[in-house]
């Protein structure tokens, strides 16, 4: 199968998400460093989950980007969505057990799509 070309409504919601996910994901476990503290100093420790829903998944990666608005027009792989989900999902995972969170992970993927 044939890798195809990003449209820029994809680059986009890549670059969205690329940035939002961790920022949220940073911004809870930060909020829960205190609740983690306190219950450690009763030999406790807090949890956490985190899920990542992407309804319209996609294929996941793409040969490169079409004419870009967002000045990126190399032909090297590009990752969708899944992806970037998950690897920041990782990243979240990572920091939030740096807190001294216990972290469950999860993801919901679809290819949903809408008719207009």
Same mark, same amino acid.
């Given at each position: 199968?044939? &890798?195809? &070309? ?7 919601k ?7 996910i961790?920022?949220?994901?940073y ?12 219950l ?30 967002l000045?990126?027009e ?5 990752f ?8 920041? &999902?990782?990243?979240?995972?990572d920091?939030?057990?740096e807190?001294? &969170? ?5 993801a ?9």
């Amino acid at each position: 199968m044939a &890798l195809e &070309l990003r449209d820029t409504q994809t680059q986009v919601k890549h670059l969205v998400l690329g940035k939002y996910i961790p920022r949220w994901g940073y911004i809870i476990t930060n909020g829960l460093r205190g609740v983690a503290a306190k219950l450690a100093r009763h030999g406790k420790r807090a949890r956490v989950h985190f899920i990542y829903v992407d309804a319209c998944a996609g294929v996941g990666r793409y040969a490169g980007d079409r004419a870009s608005a967002l000045r990126d027009e190399s032909e090297e792989t590009k990752f969708g969505s899944p992806v970037i989900g998950l690897r920041t &999902l990782e990243s979240i995972k990572d920091f939030a057990e740096e807190a001294g &969170l216990d972290v469950q992970t999860n993801a919901i993927f679809g290819r949903g799509s809408v008719t207009v």
